[in-house]
């Protein structure tokens, strides 16, 4: 076991070193850099740009770029970011905290919520609820995550039971910590639940047919056989065994906790690092993107290590080869 | 009505439907470019059967209130019109049905730039299943072999390709997909860039099923039928094949059915990046793209109509995977 | 020797700019929505927007232009004259005034704030403003309230240089600029108390991703025509709203007070409950961005791009640019793109731009037939209704566009439909914004494209760069060592000539005649401008929207609530 | 149907399962069905051991799952009627049911490697029951689940009770099925090849800790085996089966000794008649 | 304590021969501490003979089915030699083993879980033959429903997937399953204790009637002492991991010379006997 973490963490570090040189072999593919729009403005010349650009560097071939960045990076420093003229690892750190709270309250929504409705569905088979489950599943997949984010948006706006976005109110600063609290619950419901809504059908279609492989196995009869409640024997006896393709899912939903929530993020303005990831993007401000990017590495290494141990944990028949 | 029929039925509905689109040009009203610009966003063309005395028709019409005296227009059926091809191939122009110039019909309504949307419904079908099945069969069709031959040989096998995976997972493709889109000549087609970052988009999808069905094999391949189809003598391919892998049909049918919808969508949000299929070539993403825009969604009704009609198609396939896992019943044991 | 004057001058509260306008209510909190975040809170270095739009209430300029009357008027400077030859600027700086931290300002701080700015070696983006005649404007301290610029030749809008030029504390940045560290001052990591200006704000917290707050600055120096000291708002709370749906929604939800760059059609959305909720809506008409076609016309023998070098025997052929411009419905895309909230233009000055508009210029309407016309008499023939050119070759050529630009992508798509009726196969390519710059600025590698430019100001000074042929922003062929052609060698002279003549009915029949130029040669086929569109809350007062940037808070400092 | 219903032994004994007309019909996948079980019907007494054979196929396991309300709609008909205590079992709730199941009927399923859920522990498993049945702490179920599995014999080692049904050989699965159905001390357990798994010497002790179950707690039993020792051991009365019907039912000894039915006689005799099995006799070999 | 074997003296070499075979588990679990180790088997050799059947008889949990599958190569011993007519199997690779696999074949202890739950009763059966490449597949149905019916299944049932067996057939179904290919070593694990007395014998005599023909070895594991004396040639008897007796079985049944193999002798007792007892 300790042998196996030792050798998962030393894969960790090779894979998040090579994230880093293709990722930043990757941001190099596309045209034109951070500057580039700048050259457009007839106000500011071709000298400025340059200069700017050699300011930060970006007059070097990309692998002196990248040693660069690498040494940065053993000293803690993920680079600079051109926007804001700053550090880029104060800059994740705040919004990496919010966008955490936010996936994290909503995975685990998701996760609450998928999980008896999956079960549900698998057991109803065929029966009009697993029908109509079938149906809003179906029409949450065809409504694609912007527009049900925009709806949810709108919801809030003609109910005006829900805050339109962002973190806090705008009397945060005179409320009590108690307060505090609950006003970032009441702003935080609405995003998590869109997010939750925009994850579940996926979960819940592969409860569903994890659970419909399992109920036929003998051993479920036995367990009913043996007057074990049915609820037990679903969530006991057959979610275990179903659960192999529940946990690596599980293990995609820690790794994407940074980046799933982006265009919630943007569309309800949470704090996140969706809004700031997405300027960055579109803007090329590369070392945001790369500090992000090595960022959700470190939550894909970790969800997948989980989902991994997970699996070895809870299917005995599994080897853990080590 | 048992498993079998049910995936009939459901084939049959598909196949309809594909029928709907292949012909496009003949189900179409109107070409998918054809802009009436006089008539952005104009609601659905109600059909009409009594005229104003409450007099049946039998042929039924069409009342055009936009301009000045109101003019009926009778619907006429084989009607010839714009031209088109059948399959890409054999000229024709003969539709349907179609109204008389410069009577408009738009049964879903009209678009930004007064194009008829249920014209660009079926032809948007042909480019949107398509790339949704490509892609969908490319992500999940390079996850089965990756994550069956992981978990299957399990060990370092498992390490590399579940490291590659995670290093796929990782990377920034969003770049990819724009160094693409600007490294491509400016002359391939729109059609042709389409179905290129689709297919970009499906390659790069593998890393998620790919471990799904590792981690399915990892348990599937220490079954007890497992190790008596080895006591055979059966090699590790046909092992896989026969044995392994179709314990990971509920998984991979599941997933397929996430998948196309996923990439037929996909184009929604690489219209958000503004990575969507170039203009005017229709497709459903880009014709639900357009209800991303507030406006859109809380004054147009009609816009959310091409997804209204997606979601029974996405329900067929639902229940074809349904059915098919039905008739595959693996007893995990 | 310097103190005891700046104390007495600190009663001095004649030197207070009064300005007329309704008096208002103070206290009270403004809340506006940001597309991003601004990036950072130092005026020298701010590129973008967004945090430009929270500088100018930090800051304040030595002489700005008014944005409702478009002219120039005194700020910090509270007179100037010119010297005779036009070549020297002399700055009359208002007494006793203070930076929001308390700290007096005088003309140290102007001299060391266009020290900073003329520093090659900070890059200011500003800075190449403040380079006249190839030479950067020099600063002289004369006392310590008046100030010499000198220029190396003579400015036709001179005074307009200074708009947005912030002034800097030197007591606080002096530092960090001696010491090296100047690029990485005033980003939004510092504390509060590091920033001080002279804006009607001073900066009071920043919450990353969220908001940031500012808040009255006690030491402003303008007042009303009551004598209340300015600004009225106690706060001014920008929060950071990614999306301009989300921006819309929120403004209709009372959350935001103002709201500006958005589009049509929210503005129609916005306007059907106009009349329920508490706000209004303002169509300004069309501003200074104007948007436009052109072809590329660069000299691509060292590029080896073969294929577009030979339709460029097309965009050359002014018939083949005229009829283009012939078949597009300018109409359309007015309506179609704009809601109709829109103009269409046949040159680069737009109607908003009163002050330089040529009424001469002939507005023709679309004609497919003139199109068709110009095309036969330049030889070109159709074939299957595709058209061909004198050599045979079908034409078709693509046109790049911005793909986050969803208006000019429609715009592309309505111009695409527009020339297949001349039988021309266009392609709309929308790139990523810098895919596609590099494309126009370095390989040329395009064929045509649609852009926009909006100028920062109403005077053609601003467009400096776009009409002379060695501009680097020379947009259809960009950096000519000699001009390309007849047309352009006029328009070279043309643009060189109002930049030094001062007498401004003379600058406009200079500009006149480029305009002219640009209408008949069609370097750029100059499409649409957009309208200007605002909205603020009913409870806003003094709301004074204009067609400049920033088109709804300019007047901040006189903004109130009830 | 030839009637072959012949009361309980002694009429003494409060009837406590009355099956009548029992019916069960499988349907398969292309839509056919399949009889398996034919207007079956029996009586059981309190405490009283009924034995069950027939050949390989004819429907005792059918039976079996019948009584216990086990087979779905979907996957097969059941018609007639189960008397459990005076109620009928077939139109019962599903919740009445599951008291029933476990502490009023168990059972111990044929093939224990597939009855056992593969990613519990043995010893979770057989908790489970208890704890379905009794109001006991997850902890004290445990416990008791422990002392249940050592009753049938596993040795009293953590390695078994924390093991999981793959790591044990045929035998000891089939033991802990056994507690299973016995940890509840229900009051009819059908034992479906209770002891097929296990070796000659764990058989007699199996066969003795049902007697001593029988005796002391008066717990009946349907016994479903093949084995005539098996049955002569525990049977007071012997059923046989032949192609979903019931041929023959009387007390084991009399249907030992004179079997009516050719069936009964095969099921019984067989292994003595066959030709050359004959020569062998064990009593001299004991 | 090693038995000594007298089996092989003065016979022919054997065909299958099993030396020093052991094999040991580790049973732990992910996220605890636990760990126990559990020798299944330790040092046991055997051989079986063209023509002959040798009986595995032994306590429960004893290691049988775990020797039993290691000797049908589906597990790895941890030490030990198997050899094939002298040919050491363990030594080879996995392809070599391929053709290996078709002469040694197993029926396991759990008929069903070693049956694909979604194949058909006929494909099950012919599987052996695809994987071997054998005949074509109109020749693979047809000696698959021979073998159906040799076993006495209904060959009209072969569409059916295992679940719609009974418990019986389905056993029988792995014995057909098990013929299939015509190995020349057999291993049976337990595959008669479902099996009612006619079936009983119908198989046995089968596979009386097929080593004879093919002169085949099989390795018996069974409990059914009865049965044993029935079919075995020699018997084995194991206890904990280890073979304690091994001889003829007709020496066996008449002097059994090991405590335990008394013991278990002395449970077996006819039906007789034990009514008998029952109404004493
Ligand atoms: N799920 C099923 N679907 C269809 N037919 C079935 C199913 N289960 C059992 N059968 C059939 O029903 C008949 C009775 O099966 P059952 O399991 O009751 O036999 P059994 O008496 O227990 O036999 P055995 O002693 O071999 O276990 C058999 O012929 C079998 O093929
Ligand atoms: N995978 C495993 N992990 C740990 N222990 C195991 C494993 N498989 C078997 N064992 C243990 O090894 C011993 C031998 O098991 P095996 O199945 O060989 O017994 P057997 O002789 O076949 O018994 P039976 O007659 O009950 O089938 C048993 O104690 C069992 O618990
Ligand atoms: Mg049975
Ligand atoms: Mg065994």
Redesign the interface.
């Known amino acids: 076991?300790t042998r196996y973490l030792t050798r998962r963490l030393a894969?960790a570090a090779?894979?998040l070193l090579?994230?880093s040189v293709?990722?930043f072999a990757?941001?190099q593919?596309?045209?034109?850099?951070f500057f580039?729009?700048?050259?457009?403005?007839?106000?500011?010349?071709?000298r400025?740009v340059e200069?700017?650009r050699a300011?930060y560097g970006l007059d070097r071939p990309w692998p002196v770029r990248y040693g660069h960045w690498l040494r940065g990076v053993f000293h803690g420093d993920l680079g600079p970011?051109f926007?804001?003229?700053?550090p880029v690892a104060?800059?994740l750190a705040?919004?990496a905290r919010?966008t955490l709270l936010l996936t994290g309250t909503a995975m685990l929504w998701a996760w609450l919520i998928a999980i008896p409705l999956g079960i549900v569905s698998a057991v109803r088979r065929g029966k009009w609820s697993d029908r109509a489950g079938?149906?809003v599943?179906?029409?949450l997949?065809?409504?694609?995550?912007?527009?049900l984010f925009?709806?949810i948006?709108?919801l809030a706006?003609r109910s005006?039971w829900f805050p339109?976005?962002?973190?806090?109110s705008?009397a945060f600063?005179e409320l009590s910590g108690r307060g505090r609290a609950m006003d970032i619950a009441y702003h935080l419901f609405l995003p998590a639940l869109a997010l939750a809504i925009a994850t579940l059908?996926?979960l819940v279609?592969?409860i569903r047919?994890?659970m419909?492989?399992?109920l036929?196995?003998?051993?479920i009869?036995?367990?009913?056989?043996?007057?074990?409640?049915?609820y037990?024997v679903l969530l006991?006896?057959a979610l275990?065994?179903?659960a192999?393709?529940l946990?690596?899912?599980f293990?995609?939903s820690v790794?994407t906790m940074l980046s799933a929530s982006l265009?919630v993020?943007?569309?309800?303005?949470w704090?996140?690092i969706?809004?700031?990831l997405?300027?960055a993007?579109?803007a090329?401000d590369v070392y945001v993107?790369l500090g992000t990017?090595m960022l959700?590495?470190v939550f894909?290494?970790l969800g997948?290590l989980v989902?991994d141990?997970l699996?070895?944990?809870?299917?005995?028949?599994?080897?853990?080869?080590s | 009505m048992t498993h079998r029929q049910k995936l009939v039925g459901a084939l049959v509905l598909l196949a309809a439907f594909q029928f709907l689109i292949l012909f496009a040009g003949f189900f179409a009203p109107y070409g998918f470019a054809a802009q009436d610009r006089e008539q952005p966003f104009a609601a659905p063309t109600t059909v009409h059967f009594w005229d104003t005395q409450g007099h049946f028709h039998l042929r039924p019409f069409i009342v055009d209130s936009e301009s000045s005296e109101a003019r009926v227009y009778p619907v006429r059926f084989f009607v010839s019109g714009t031209p088109y091809k059948i399959a890409g191939i054999i000229p024709a122009q003969v539709h349907l049905f179609g109204v008389e110039q410069p009577g408009r019909i738009f049964l879903m309504g009209s678009d930004a730039y007064g194009r008829d949307q249920f014209s660009r419904f079926l032809f948007g079908g042909q480019s949107s299943m398509l790339a949704g099945l490509i892609a969908a069969l490319l992500s999940v069709s390079i996850g089965i072999l990756v994550g069956g031959i992981a978990g299957y040989y399990?060990?370092w096998v498992?390490?590399l390709l579940?490291?590659g995976g995670?290093?796929f997972?990782?990377?920034?493709?969003?770049?990819?997909l724009?160094?693409v889109r600007?490294?491509l000549p400016l002359h391939i087609s729109q059609w042709e860039v389409f179905l290129l970052l689709v297919s970009v988009m499906g390659l790069i999808g593998w890393a998620?099923p790919a471990?799904?069905i590792?981690?399915?094999v990892?348990?599937a391949k220490?079954r007890n039928f497992v190790v008596a189809a080895r006591g055979f003598g059966a090699s590790d391919a046909y092992l896989l094949r026969r044995h392994v892998l179709p314990q990971t049909y509920?998984?991979l049918?599941?997933q397929m059915?996430?998948l196309i919808?996923?990439y037929v969508?996909a184009e929604?949000?690489l219209t958000?990046?503004g990575l969507g299929v170039g203009e005017p070539l229709p497709s459903w993403g880009t014709q639900?793209?357009s209800?991303?825009q507030?406006y859109v969604?809380?004054s147009y009704w009609w816009m959310f109509l091409p997804?209204?009609l997606?979601?029974?198609l996405?329900?067929v396939f639902?229940?074809a995977a349904d059915a098919l896992?039905e008739i595959h019943?693996?007893?995990?044991? | 020797l310097g103190a005891p004057t700046k104390a007495r001058a600190g009663q001095a509260s004649d030197d207070r700019m009064v300005l007329e306008g309704v008096p208002g209510h103070a206290g009270g909190?403004l809340?506006v929505a940001l597309r991003?975040?601004p990036?950072?809170l130092?005026p020298v270095?701010a590129?973008?927007e967004p945090s430009r739009e929270v500088i100018r209430c930090l800051s304040a300029d030595l002489i700005h232009i008014n944005r409702a009357s478009l002219k120039t008027e005194p700020a910090l400077a509270k007179s100037w004259n010119v010297s005779r030859d036009g070549r020297q600027y002399t700055l009359q700086l208002r007494r006793g005034l203070r930076f929001s931290d308390g700290a007096p300002f005088d003309a140290d701080d102007v001299v060391f704030s266009f020290q900073v700015y003329l520093d090659?070696?900070i890059?200011?983006?500003q800075?190449?403003?403040l380079?006249v005649g190839g030479k950067p404007i020099t600063v002289v301290k004369v006392d310590q309230y008046t100030v010499r610029f000198e220029m190396a030749q003579p400015y036709a809008a001179a005074g307009r240089l200074f708009d947005g030029v912030a002034i800097l504390p030197r007591h606080l940045l002096e530092a960090s600029y001696k010491g090296g560290g100047f690029?990485?001052a005033w980003?939004?990591?510092m504390a509060a108390n590091q920033f001080a200006g002279l804006g009607p704000f001073r900066l009071k917290?920043y919450?990353?991703?969220?908001?940031v707050t500012l808040e009255r600055n006690p030491y402003y120096w303008k007042a009303d025509r009551a004598g209340n000291p300015l600004p009225y708002l106690g706060e001014v709370?920008f929060?950071?709203?990614?999306?301009e749906?989300?921006q819309v929604?929120?403004f209709?939800?009372g959350?935001t007070d103002a709201l500006s760059r958005f589009s049509s059609e929210n503005f129609a959305v916005l306007q059907k409950q106009q009349g329920t909720k508490g706000y209004h809506l303002d169509d300004l008409g069309p501003g200074l961005e104007y948007n436009f076609l052109f072809f590329n016309l660069n000299d691509l023998g060292a590029k080896n791009l073969p294929e577009i070098a030979k339709k460029q025997s097309w965009f050359q052929d002014l018939r083949f640019r005229q009829a283009v411009s012939a078949a597009i419905d300018r109409d359309g895309i007015v309506r179609l793109v704009y809601g109709g909230r829109a103009t269409a233009i046949w040159d680069q000055v737009t109607p908003g731009n009163k002050l330089w508009v040529d009424d001469k210029i002939a507005h023709p309407k679309r004609s497919v037939e003139r199109a068709r016309e110009l095309l036969q008499s330049a030889g070109y023939s159709w074939k299957n209704g595709a058209l061909v050119d004198p050599r045979g070759k079908a034409v078709e050529f693509s046109i790049l566009t911005s793909a986050?630009n969803a208006q000019r992508t429609k715009i592309a798509t309505i111009i695409q439909d527009d020339l297949s009726q001349l039988g021309i196969t266009v392609q709309v390519v929308p790139l990523?914004?810098?895919?596609?710059?590099?494309?126009?600025?370095s390989?040329y590698n395009y064929e045509a494209a649609v852009?926009g430019?909006v100028?920062?100001d109403a005077d053609p000074t601003?467009?400096?760069?776009?009409w002379l042929s060695n501009?680097?922003?020379h947009l259809w062929h960009p950096n000519q060592a000699k001009p390309a052609t007849p047309w352009e060698s006029e328009m070279d002279g043309l643009m060189e000539k109002q930049l030094v003549t001062l007498d401004y009915a003379k600058r406009k029949q200079l500009y006149d005649r480029v305009q002219e130029i640009v209408a008949e040669e069609l370097p750029v086929i100059c499409l649409v401008s957009p309208n200007i569109l605002v909205g603020a809350a009913n409870r806003v007062g003094n709301f004074r929207p204009a067609i400049l940037v920033p088109y709804a808070l300019w007047n901040i400092d006189q903004l109130y609530v009830q | 149907m030839r009637d072959c219903w012949a009361r309980p032994v002694g009429d003494c004994l409060e009837t406590l399962l009355a099956v009548k007309n029992l019916n069960v019909a499988y349907r398969s996948a292309d839509g056919s069905t399949q009889v398996a079980v034919e207007n079956a019907s029996c009586e059981i007494g309190a405490g009283e051991v009924l034995g069950l054979m027939g050949e390989s196929g004819c429907g005792k396991t059918s039976i079996a799952?019948a009584l216990?309300g086990?087979l779905g709609a979907e996957q097969a008909q059941v018609s007639g009627s189960i008397q459990f205590r005076g109620k009928e079992l077939l139109t019962m709730g599903?919740r009445e049911m599951?008291?029933?199941?476990?502490?009023g009927i168990?059972?111990v399923?044929q093939?224990p490697g597939?009855?056992?859920?593969?990613?519990?522990r043995v010893r979770e498993q057989v908790a489970?029951?208890i704890h379905?049945?009794k109001q006991m702490s997850w902890e004290k179920c445990q416990e008791e689940a422990q002392s249940a599995l050592v009753r049938v014999g596993l040795p009293d080692t953590p390695r078994i009770f924390s093991a999981?049904p793959?790591?044990l050989s045929g035998g000891q699965r089939q033991r802990v099925?056994l507690a299973?159905?016995l940890a509840?001390e229900p009051a009819l357990v059908i034992a479906d090849e209770p002891t097929a798994a296990v070796d000659a010497r764990s058989q007699q002790e199996l066969l003795r800790l049902l007697q001593q179950l029988q005796r002391e707690m008066g717990i009946a039993i349907l016994m479903i085996s093949h084995s005539a020792e098996v049955q002569a051991r525990l049977a007071d009365r012997l059923m046989v089966m032949e192609r979903g019907r019931i041929v023959e039912q009387g007390r084991f000894e009399e249907l030992y000794r004179r079997p009516s039915h050719p069936c009964t006689r095969a099921m019984l005799r067989a292994p003595m008649a066959a030709d050359d099995a004959e020569e062998l006799d064990f009593a001299t070999v004991t | 304590m090693k038995v000594e074997s007298n089996l092989n003296s003065g016979r022919t070499e054997p065909l299958l021969r099993v030396t020093g075979l052991s094999q040991q588990f580790v049973q732990r679990?992910?996220?605890s501490r636990s760990k126990f180790t559990v020798n299944a088997f330790s040092d046991v050799d055997l051989a079986l003979f063209a023509g002959r059947t040798l009986a595995l008889v032994g306590e429960s949990g004893a290691g049988k089915s775990s020797l039993a599958r290691c000797v049908a190569l589906l597990d790895q011993p941890t030490a030990g030699k198997i050899e094939l007519e002298g040919r050491d199997l363990l030594a080879l690779g996995r392809k070599a083993l391929i053709p290996i696999h078709g002469q040694i074949q197993m029926i396991f202890q759990d008929p069903?879980s070693a049956m694909n739950p979604s194949r058909s009763a006929g494909e099950i059966i012919a599987e052996p033959l695809v994987v071997q490449g054998e005949g074509t597949k109109a020749q693979r149905r047809e000696r698959a429903l021979h073998l159906m019916e040799q076993v006495g299944l209904d060959p009209r049932s072969e569409g059916k997937r295992p679940?719609e067996f009974s418990g019986g057939q389905r056993q029988r179904l792995a014995i057909a399953r098990g013929l299939a290919l015509g190995p020349r070593v057999l291993i049976f694990d337990e595959v008669l204790s479902n099996l009612d007395a006619l079936n009983q014998s119908l198989i046995l005599r089968l596979l009386a009637d097929l080593q004879r023909s093919h002169s085949l070895a099989y390795l018996h594991v069974s409990h059914d002492l009865r049965l044993v004396s029935e079919f075995a040639d020699d018997v084995a008897l194991m206890c904990e991991g280890r073979i304690v007796e091994q001889q003829d079985a007709r020496k066996l049944f008449e002097s059994p010379k090991h405590s335990y193999t008394r013991d278990l002798l002395a449970t077996v007792q006819s039906v007789d006997s034990i009514l008998l007892e029952r109404s004493a």
């Not at chain 1, 997949?141 to 527009?147: E, N």
């Open positions: 076991m894969h090779l894979l090579a994230v293709f990722s990757l941001l593919l596309a045209p034109g850099d580039a729009p700048l050259k457009l403005n007839p106000q500011i010349s071709a400025t200069g700017l300011q970011s926007a804001y003229n700053s104060p800059l705040v919004r919010n079938g149906v599943t179906s029409a997949l065809t409504i694609p995550d912007l527009v925009l709806a948006l709108l706006v005006g339109t976005g962002g973190m806090v705008t600063g059908p996926a279609r592969h047919s994890a419909i492989e399992v036929q196995a003998p051993f009869r036995a367990a009913r056989a043996h007057g074990i409640s049915e037990r006991r006896y275990p065994v179903a192999n393709p946990i690596s899912l293990g995609f790794a265009l993020e943007v569309i309800l303005s704090p996140g969706g809004p700031l997405l300027e993007i579109l090329k993107v990017v959700s590495s894909l290494v997948n989902a141990l699996l070895f944990a809870v299917d005995p028949r599994i080897r853990m080869e | 399990g060990g498992d390490e579940m490291r995670e290093l997972l990782a990377l920034p493709w969003l770049y990819l724009f160094a600007a490294a998620r471990r799904l590792r981690g399915v990892l348990s220490q509920g998984v049918l599941t059915t996430l919808p996923q969508l929604v949000t958000f990046l639900l793209a209800l991303q507030f969604l809380s997804a209204l997606l979601i029974p996405f329900l639902y229940a896992q019943k693996t007893v995990a044991l | 909190r809340v991003s975040e990036k950072t130092n270095l590129v973008d090659e070696k890059d200011s983006t800075r190449d403003l380079v690029s990485e980003n939004l990591s917290e919450v990353p991703g969220q908001q709370m929060l950071f709203v990614p999306s749906d989300a929604i929120r209709q939800a959350d986050s990523d914004f810098h895919a596609m710059v590099d494309r126009l600025q390989s852009m430019l100028s920062g601003s467009e400096m760069n776009v501009g680097e922003t | 799952l216990l086990l599903e599951r008291e029933i199941r476990g502490s168990s059972m399923f093939e597939i009855a056992l859920n593969p990613v519990m489970e029951v379905a049945h999981y793959h790591q099925t299973q159905a509840c | 679990r992910t996220l069903t679940f």
